[in-house]
């Protein structure tokens, strides 16, 4: 029991800690006191092969998170990283400086030194003979003499550019000049001045290589002799940034000599400004490699010089490409172009430069730029459509884009949608849209995408809403011109289009865009941690569920309206009289009994949903829910009217004639034939059930505050059930007339068999039970 109480606790405990920030995850890490044993030991205490395969997993994604938090934090600290490392180079050449000015002093002071000692010396002997002087001015013009051979040597030497050789004579005239000092067969006024020639030579040489360095013809070979050359010469800083200026010059006559001669900015000249873009920052950076080793100085120097030559870059493409696009909502334009920049630009990652953030950083805006030109278009060109379409059905016209992508043509035949003209433009401008975002993933548009797919339907179904005969339109809302849905299939087309869309056309698209990291970072934290229930899937967030529910969401807005429409029409007259009021069931009573069958206004409401029905049969092939859910939605719209109509109940409950028993029969009979049509279509929900019920609830007690009983006067419930269900046949065309007599529907006739609706509308007895 031990084990499996540990084996839960790690489970916790890595499941815990996969939710905390970064920060707090390697806070254990960065304890002074952490010991990586220790930590080994109490985490793999006790535990099995499989804990400890999560526990290693957990340690990889921790450390990889912990590499991009470092990255992240490095580029967003880089140009104070890059002052301050200047600043240090500047401080230790300044320090070199004063190092080299304490020297001279202290030469200048052992010179005066020497000199006074020399003048004491010559005034104590006195005796020296000429032949010792004769010696010693003989040997000082041996060294001037050797002297001032070498500087013509070296003048030549420079005059005809021997570098090589140069900086040997220079280095053994050094060795020479310093050897004479340490013999003291030169003085010191002769040293100084032979050195001060050497160092002026020397800078004449560094002059001379920086000056190749900028020359435009000099050849690669040459700039990186040219560099390790003037490193050797102490001058590393200047040699540096020479390098990196002769490789700017290079690139930028490049990038002129190409815009001079391109007359199209397509893709063939993207293609070959990148490379010739990254093709020079990467010789730089072997260059600065090869010669400087990864100094940091040097380090920080060619990442701030590539970075200012790849904004060069994007702003190019920004003038010549991406502007043009953006505005012009070519979204497909500029998606092929940052492809293809991101394409060479992570081919320099093998050297150690990312730029890739650089270049998002400053693509971005135009991208999010042609994505909403995209979008206004397709929002244009479908309210365009709108106006003159004819709201049926078909299939897409040949040469029209797929819906979704396809992998043969079987399974490109097997489904083509039925839409309208304006819906079948929709889709096809979207799957454009959502294909050409796609490959876009590391720009992060997969969201703004998404919502402005959203966006753009709501107008859509906002178009179809305004088709409906009736549709009013609010103060804010511009005035929309539309062709109008006269006909119910015309009508019932548009809840097509609205659903085929939201539920099978749109999501399928916009699985392209929805976030499968999100699914792997699901499976990674399932396997790091132990399953505890069947509760572990449902606790795991689905990005795309949310944007299907507010698809959805729109669709029933353009139902509810679909639905108010035609109860309306239902209730009211042209005239705006009411059809279903109280009278029809109060004047019943004082007359002679009427021949039972459903009210004219619900037998209007039963052949309507059965037209639709029959209408939606070929129209919702294979989205029957919805359709169900269309005529159940109708049908409830109808009934809670009734049921919420203050004047109906007013009438029947407290007006001068209330409902009677024949009334109260007749509406009993007209609700118990709503519940038998509803439940043989398959759409009677258990709400419309309950305020069927609550309703006749409501009539029987009206009645009951007469002073009769309603339930003396109320025939059985299976006399009621086949009332409607011979008014349904009728209604329909299957009446079977041969046995009338048999067939009778007098209140007082009781069947023999069991009621079509079966115990569920025994209501009658619920009633009196209760």
Known sequence: ??????????????????????????????????????????????????????????????????????????????????????????????????????????????????GVLVNSTSTAHDDYDDEDTYDENRHLSETEKWFAEFVDTLEVLLAERRVNEAMAALDEGELIVENARDKRSITRAAFLSFRTTINEQRQRLVDQIAETMLQPSTRADELRSSVIALKKLGDGPRAHTLMLSSHCQKLQSNVKSLNTTTTSYGGAYITTLSQLVFRFIAQAASDSLAAFSEDPAYTSELVTWAVKQTEAYAL??????????????????????????????SLLESRGLCLSPVLLRLFKPFLEQALSCNLRRIEQSCSALAVADDWFLLHPTIGARPSGSTSSLTSLSSYQPKLSSSAHRFNSM?????????????????????????????????????????????????????????TEAQQMALLANASLLADELLPRAAMKLLPLQQGQTNRTMADMTPRRGSDKQSRIPDPGREWKRRLQRSVEQLRDSFCRLHALDLIFTEDGDTRLNAQMYTCMDGSIEPEWFPSPILQELFA??????????????????????????????????????????????????????????????????VLLFASQGRYLSRHLHQVIKNIIARAIEAVHATGIDPYSVLPEDDWFAEVAQIAIKMLIGKANFTNVEDDGVSPTYSMSGKSPYGSETNLAHQYREH
């Open 608 to 673: 309507k949903l059965t037209r639709m029905a029959n209408i939606a049969t070929d129209m919702f092939v294979g989205r029957e829910r919805f359709a169900t859910i269309l005529l159940m939605r109708l049908t409830e719209t109808v009934i809670l009217w009734l049921s919420d109509d203050q004047n109906f109940w007013a009438e029947i409950e407290e007006g001068p004639r209330r409902l009677g028993p024949l009334g109260l029969q007749q509406f009993y009979l007209d609700m118990q034939f």
């Open 430 to 486: 979207v799957q454009e849209l959502l294909e050409d975002v796609a490959p876009l993933e590391t720009l992060h548009l997969d969201g703004p995408a998404l919502e402005g797919v959203l966006q753009v339907f709501n107008s859509y179904v906002n178009l179809l809403i305004h088709a409906l005969p009736g549709a009013v339109e609010s103060e804010e809302e511009v005035h929309i011109i539309v062709s109008m849905a006269e």
């Open 316 to 345: 190019l493409l920004k003038r010549h490409v991406l502007a043009s696009a953006a505005a012009a909502g070519s979204l497909r334009v500029a998606a092929e172009c940052i492809h293809i920049c991101l394409g060479h630009c």
């Open 1 to 114: 029991m031990e084990p499996k109480i540990e084996h839960m606790g790690l489970g916790n405990s890595l499941e815990f800690e996969a939710h905390l920030p970064l920060s707090d995850r390697l806070k254990v890490f960065k304890k002074s006191q952490f010991e990586p044993d220790n930590f080994v030991t109490a985490k793999c205490h006790a535990m099995t092969e499989k804990e400890v395969k999560n526990l290693c997993s957990y340690l990889v994604e921790l450390k990889k998170a912990s590499a991009e938090e470092m990255r992240k934090s490095v580029y967003a600290n880089y140009s104070a990283f890059i002052r301050t490392s200047k600043e240090i180079t500047d401080l230790e050449g300044q320090l070199l400086s004063m190092r080299n000015l304490l020297s001279t002093q202290a030469a200048l002071v052992h010179g005066l030194s020497d």
